[in-house]
């Protein structure tokens, strides 16, 4: 039986849970509506495209989404969406709705809402995991040796986002202890961690290249969640501490730009300068606007043009503060076609420090500010070639990287 409604709670903490309201397909119509004591708390979950107010909202069906942003961005997408729509096509013989998806997450996705009735109802964490195992089964599942993605895999991995085969896991602060899944509140002791794979389609680098690249942006001052290099013999996998669970047992609300924007992430050509005017909107903060300008200078001097709507996110905590979420997804990428998918004032082909200025002074960025950061992350973009010895990137992928910084610091 389809699903048509769906109650959403923000969770903060099991002692602080809200009933947001009430989310519905009628007809044509994608609708929700806030509950009045949600209302009356003033905590604003989406505030450019669901705004808290009373009575029934519309879904305008922008940007090519299926919900409102707020709720999309709790959905799948790539690869986690993948191992969701198989796992509809084996037990119900089509494809899943988009509140499907939703009542899939329940309560196990990334940030703070939860969808009620699950129709996964999360389970209790005890059993151990074995991340070669979680990695082959990723493997099999891309190479169709598997109908769908076993249970344990899709448990861990079927609410996750991005491109890259993923997995939420629970690591325990004793690195002897055992590995547990993540999708639930965890025992003391453990910290919510996600663990990348490599896909068939990456290099034999991809984690140990974005775990350089997360130590670049943490030598050039930005804010960079704990991350790790997972050995195993199948591979080098790249770990990061996820900055929507604090604790175990307390989570942050997250929105991605996009989907707050209600914005095709997919299409180049939105200007940097929109983060920071609604970064700067959000925040009223000075140091975020910081920040963000070393996530600009980052992504052009270190060559990641894959720096779409989606890979910038904020983050709300029970008091309803906005900032932005920590670095995520910041590693070597040529971008589609060779540009950025952000233009940088105006320019998205080839971007350079001027460039980098004048969006620093239209963001109103005092210009010593902008010129230290700018420094910083030169210094720390430049410290590449050590990290890729240190770290035994093998000579090929080094040497491409490494070409492409020595272009970029020319510019």
């Keep these: 039986m389809s699903v048509t409604a769906l109650d959403v709670r923000l969770r903060f903490s099991p ?3 809200h009933r947001v309201g009430r989310l519905a397909v009628t007809g044509r119509d994608v609708v929700f ?10 905590l604003q979950i989406s505030p450019m495209r669901l705004p808290l107010r009373h009575g029934v909202q519309v879904f305008d069906r922008a940007g090519g989404l299926d919900l409102f942003g707020v709720f999309e961005d709790s959905m799948t997408d790539s690869w986690g969406r993948r191992i969701v729509d198989r796992h509809f096509q084996k037990t119900l013989r089509r494809t899943p709705t988009a509140l499907e998806r939703l009542a899939f997450v329940g309560e196990r996705g990334m940030g703070a809402l939860t969808f009620h009735p699950p129709t996964e109802p999360a389970e209790e964490p005890g059993k151990e995991l074995d991340l070669v195992k979680l990695a082959v089964q990723a493997w099999d599942f891309d190479d169709e040796k598997l109908e769908e993605a076993l249970t344990e895999l899709r448990r861990v991995a079927g609410t996750s986002g991005g491109a890259r085969p993923k997995a939420l896991v629970g690591l325990p602060k004793d690195r002897k202890a055992s590995l ?6 965890l025992p003391a002791g453990y910290q919510h961690w996600i663990v990348k794979f490599n896909s068939r389609a990456d290099i034999k680098d991809a984690g ?5 690249y997360a130590k670049i942006a943490e030598a050039a001052g930005g804010d960079v969640p704990e991350c790790r290099l997972i050995e195993t013999k199948k591979g080098r996998f790249f770990a990061s501490r996820r900055f929507d669970r604090p604790a175990p047992a307390e989570r942050m609300h997250l929105h991605s730009v996009a989907g707050m924007l209600h914005a095709n992430y997919r299409v180049a050509g939105t200007e940097y300068l929109d983060l920071f005017k609604l970064t700067d909107g959000l925040t009223r903060d000075y140091a975020q606007k910081q920040e963000l300008f070393r996530r600009a200078c980052l992504n052009v001097m270190a060559c990641n043009r894959d720096d779409h709507l989606k890979n910038f996110a904020l983050m709300m905590g029970r ?16 971008g589609p076609n060779g540009w950025h998918t952000l233009n940088v004032a105006g320019e998205g082909e080839n971007p350079t420090r001027e460039h980098l200025l004048r969006l620093a002074n239209d963001a109103n960025l005092r210009e010593r500010d902008a010129k230290a950061i700018l420094t910083a992350v030169a210094d720390a973009v430049s410290r590449f070639d050590k990290l890729a010895k240190k770290l035994k990137i093998s000579k090929r992928t080094a040497d491409q990287v490494i070409s492409r910084l020595r272009l970029l610091r020319t510019q």
């Design 208 to 212: 140990v290249l974005e775990y350089a």
């Design 319 to 334: 008091d309803g503060t906005w900032r932005l979420s920590p670095l995520f997804d910041f590693t070597f990428h040529t």
């Design 33 to 42: 509506q806030y509950d009045d004591a949600f209302v009356a708390k003033g």
């Design 15 to 17: 002692e602080a849970e």
């Design 180 to 185: 547990l899944p993540g999708d639930t509140d």
